[in-house]
């Protein structure tokens, strides 16, 4: 009984988490680091797929915002966006699991 109500209080706080990350992201990644043309909110539930499969060339934004087609800020790559990626997401799997851990009182 212990174990399910554990892993109610994971899920329960990985889409809290998830959801807290979903809007970081467009609020401070999506529009400012990268910008796709038909990107819709939610950058965040599709990792790695952030620009357009038709045209595989990304330009690169040295000033300014990144708000042309499939353009990216200098010193960013795909690849280290989806680093940033995976650190939203572990540090959720981390809180979520740390509050799960938790025993209450």
């Known amino acids: ?20 990350c979903a809007i970081l992201w467009d609020c401070f990644v999506s529009d400012r680091l990268y910008h796709r ?10 990792p ?3 620009f357009d ?11 300014g915002s990144a708000d042309r087609y499939n353009s990216i800020k200098a010193g960013w790559t795909p690849g280290k966006l989806l680093g940033l990626w995976g650190v939203f997401f572990g540090s959720s799997v981390v809180v979520s699991g740390g509050f799960a851990s938790r025993r209450s009182k």
């Open 37 to 46: 043309r038909d990107s819709l909110p939610g950058g965040y539930f599709s």
């Open 48 to 50: 790695g797929h952030w």
């Open 53 to 63: 499969d038709e045209t595989p060339d990304i330009e690169i934004v040295v000033q």
């Open 1 to 20: 009984m212990i174990g399910i109500v554990k892993l109610l209080k994971f899920l329960a706080v990985l889409g809290l988490c998830t959801i807290m």
